[in-house]
């Protein structure tokens, strides 16, 4: 089975300022999907960024890019420029890349702005 | 992209009442999973819709309580039944599509609480 850890329940970052979030996973796959998915307030889960294991190079959108360590089984996210409306829960997934299962979520980790 | 219509966005329930949540897709979707996130809490899964046959429970849920219909490869539901306060969550669907399930969508979520 898969596990995600989140490490970090909370942090808070100044705006315009960077932030790393930290995500490991645990699995015997090697074909798999990483996930950051951002939830505000609202309760919609929005999709952040992805990341397919096969893919050596780390993904990156806009001011969110991640650090992918296949070895290290890490995923970290970093927010550049913060702003905000990061202001939100963060939460980082795996999911199989076959088989048409669903994603394992981490705990989450707050992120909070600050003006 | 897909778009999940969810409803209802909210509901108060009294104990020992049903309440059943609909995600209706705009399109063909493979897979559909329903989700709950309790207050605080990251998402667990409580079941994976199966298309014309019995859906896939996770290890403690159970179809009594949580029965879940899927007619056709757009809709599907969940129905919460005889209500206690511990029931009270958030309950998000979500569906995938594309060979290697490459596309993930996620209703806005139903927040229910029981009195």
């Known amino acids: 089975a898969q596990t995600v850890t989140q490490s970090q329940p909370e942090m808070s970052v100044q705006e315009a300022e960077t932030v790393t979030l930290s995500c490991t996973y645990d699995t015997s796959e090697n074909n798999y999907y990483l996930f950051w998915y951002k939830q505000p307030p609202s309760r919609q889960m929005i999709l952040v960024i992805r990341?397919?294991?096969?893919?050596?190079q780390n993904a990156t959108e806009n001011r969110f890019s991640v650090n992918f360590q296949k070895a290290a089984k890490s995923f970290s996210l970093k927010i550049s420029d913060s702003q905000l409306g990061d202001t939100a829960m963060y939460f980082c997934?795996?999911?199989?890349?076959?088989?048409?299962?669903?994603?394992?979520f981490g705990k989450g980790t707050r992120l909070s702005v600050i003006a | 992209s897909a778009v999940i219509s969810q409803k209802p966005s909210r509901d108060i329930c009294q104990r020992g009442t049903s309440l059943t949540i609909q995600c209706q897709v705009d399109?063909?979707?493979?897979?559909m999973f329903w989700y709950r996130q309790q207050p605080g809490q990251s998402l667990t899964l409580i079941a994976t819709?199966?298309?014309?046959?019995?859906?896939?429970?996770e290890s403690g849920f159970v179809i009594d309580k949580f029965p879940i219909s899927r007619p056709n490869l757009t809709f599907s539901t969940l129905t919460v039944s005889n209500m206690s306060p511990e029931d009270s969550s958030i309950y998000l669907c979500?569906?995938?599509?594309?060979?290697?399930?490459?596309?993930?969508?996620f209703g806005s979520g139903t927040q229910l609480s029981v009195l």
């Open positions: 990341q397919e294991a096969y893919k050596q």
């Open positions: 399109s063909q979707v493979t897979m």
């Open positions: 979500s569906a995938t599509e594309g060979a290697a399930n490459e596309k993930l969508f």
């Open positions: 997934a795996f999911m199989k890349r076959s088989g048409n299962t669903p994603l394992v």
């Open positions: 819709a199966n298309q014309g046959s019995e859906a896939t429970y």
